[in-house]
């Protein structure tokens, strides 16, 4: 295998019982994609619908592509808008008329080139053309390489609420290609970051002290390429094993919600676009570790160490003016909540939460007066 | 249990690894699903919204919401228009809005109550609805209680064919009420037969001798309960069969195809709606076993008995007047065709099928000649 690719890369495996997956970060990065798909057993001459969005296709599309055709692939590139106003249903449609253009069959296979909204939309797509057929997802941005393209959730917006419209369709192999994040606008990586800080806080400690020690957490150009591809690492792991023990959302796959459910107020309450969703998410975790800090269920001093770690990434801490009433009509239409209870991750230290079932309206109201 | 629910309903188990679920059939029917429901594992008091068509649901659907609501369930109900033009992920996108005004949480179900095509769009929209929620199948024509409702097997038409859009999504059950089918228009009635015929010929000759004992199969009023009951348990039997030993169409599934290919054919150059699919396959299924007798598969005694029973059936056995270029293009165009050769499911007794990739363009040729 030494002679076929390269040996740098780092695999992480995702050890699912069906159909179990790597996530390969570095190596020989998109420059590999080809001879990384015969590796992950997909077959030569086999046709590949490539799907993208203008701004990374600019950059990354014929390199992918050229990679393809030189592995035996039969690659078609299609470009498509994919902002977060276009994940829906429409454009879904976009790629099952472009996979039926290209004559896509059971064995053929999608690759999606690009961020989380490409990633959604394509991952989707596959599962529901010709009932399921294989994709692969190349992420490009952060938080797409540390979260979006690992796990299986697909799907696209309607216009009750995000992600309502989707299906659970692991991907047969996630690349990651490090250099890539050169050409991603500064704001998007810090928003990414938001996520790994996440997993420092929900499970792995030393990530999170790793974190504390790097001083150009908010400027990535200035970042070393084996911190990032560290940081890379230690976030695939940690989305790998929640995954792994958990693939349709029984039970411990909530943890990943930490920060969620009060940064999906915020992206509601503020309108979505005007903050990342990372941006929301770094909001919400403040707000939640005050939360935690009300309960006693972790100290003032793990939430100032999470507090200042966000702060440092240049992502968002305060959380913003809003009317405590609608901040708890908004909790409870949200999919989080389980029996008309109020559902929260809470952390209990640095690498450790609990999923609360029990968070009562008054501690919430208490919570937003000390956030305020 | 037998306090519970009518002992007198038929119960066919699909043995799948993962979700095992029953085929129910007579029993209480309709009046029953809610109890139906129960003891399939639905926990009392969540929403369930009902899919139907107004020629089903004018007669049926007060009858089902209200077993439902006696079972402490809380349903309502969706009316579709649900021909096969209707077929679409339009049509999807409004079971969705249906979902979203009922706040389907992720424990909520669908149930689809009508035909094939109601079935199969509500199994769609089920299986992507929060990345899938449970459905249950409640078909009111033949051909879905034979075929459609059992299998997993959900999807709409693209443009450019039928059934390109898709998933796989198990039912939690299957519940067969009999005297739905003294509404079936009887032309219906008889489309669904030829599936029936084709278990015989696939992989039961002992369902195959019963419906040639059968003198009154071409008018459904005058066939007796009894008997009806039996075909259906045969050909639930059957396809149950098949689904547990091949849940994603690997392999042996194929066999299911049998009468299919030639069919499709029927169905494209003929024009959708011409001929019910039935119908379709009632010729295929004539024309394969003719392909069959030329290959010295079986004997023309054995495509006699099949052509008769067909017959007998009140279904059409006659080629139809097509350039036989065009049905050799158009076979080419088939899902079912595997690495450019022609694969038919091949009659070799009845109760007996091989699949067979080495059909070649000559073969075809003579048969279609014999056939005309």
Redesign the interface.
């Given at each position: 295998m030494s002679a076929f690719v390269n040996i740098d890369a780092q695999r992480i495996p995702v050890a699912l019982s069906h159909q179990p997956y790597e996530v390969v970060i570095g190596g020989e990065g998109l420059r590999g994609v080809g001879k990384e798909l015969r590796r992950a057993g997909l077959k030569e001459g086999i046709k590949v619908l490539v799907v993208s969005n203008a701004d990374v296709a600019e950059p990354y599309g014929d390199l992918c592509l050229q990679s393809l055709k030189e592995s035996g692939f039969r690659p078609t590139l299609l470009v498509i808008e994919a902002g977060e106003d276009q994940k829906t249903?429409v454009s879904v449609?976009l790629i099952?008329?472009a996979a039926?253009e290209a004559k896509l069959?059971?064995g053929s296979l999608m690759v999606a080139l690009g961020g989380g909204v490409v990633g959604d939309m394509t991952g989707?797509a596959a599962?529901?053309?010709?009932?399921?057929i294989s994709v692969v997802q190349l992420p490009t941005t952060l938080l797409a390489m540390v979260d979006a393209a690992i796990g299986g959730?697909?799907?696209v917006n309607?216009?009750?609420?995000k992600?309502?419209?989707?299906?659970?369709h692991q991907p047969r192999l996630v690349l990651i290609d490090p250099s890539t994040l050169k050409t991603l606008p500064e704001r998007e990586f810090r928003a990414g970051m938001a996520e790994v800080i996440k997993y420092g806080v929900i499970g792995d400690s030393a990530l999170f002290q790793l974190l504390e020690g790097i001083q150009e957490l908010d400027t990535p150009s200035q970042l070393h390429q084996d911190l990032l591809e560290k940081i890379l690492e230690r976030s695939a792991l940690a989305k790998s094993r929640v995954v792994s023990s958990d693939e349709?959302?029984g039970g411990l796959r909530a943890i990943l919600n930490y920060g969620h459910t009060f940064g999906h107020v915020v992206e509601t309450l503020c309108g979505y676009g005007n903050w990342l969703h990372g941006e929301a998410v770094a909001i919400g975790m403040v707000a939640v570790g005050e939360l935690a800090v009300l309960r006693q269920s972790w100290s003032r001093d793990d939430a100032n160490r999470q507090k200042s770690l966000i702060a440092k990434a240049g992502l968002p801490i305060a959380w913003p003016k809003l009317d405590p009433e609608e901040v708890l009509y908004t909790l409870q239409g949200d999919?989080k909540v389980k029996d008309g209870k109020l559902r929260f991750v809470i952390p209990t230290g640095i690498g450790n939460v609990e999923i609360k079932n029990d968070v009562s309206r008054e501690e919430i109201r208490k919570c937003l007066s000390e956030l305020s």
């Open positions: 249903p449609a099952h008329d039926y069959e059971r989707f599962a529901t053309w010709l009932r399921g959730k697909t799907g309607h216009p009750g609420g992600n309502l419209i989707g299906a659970f349709r959302e999919k």
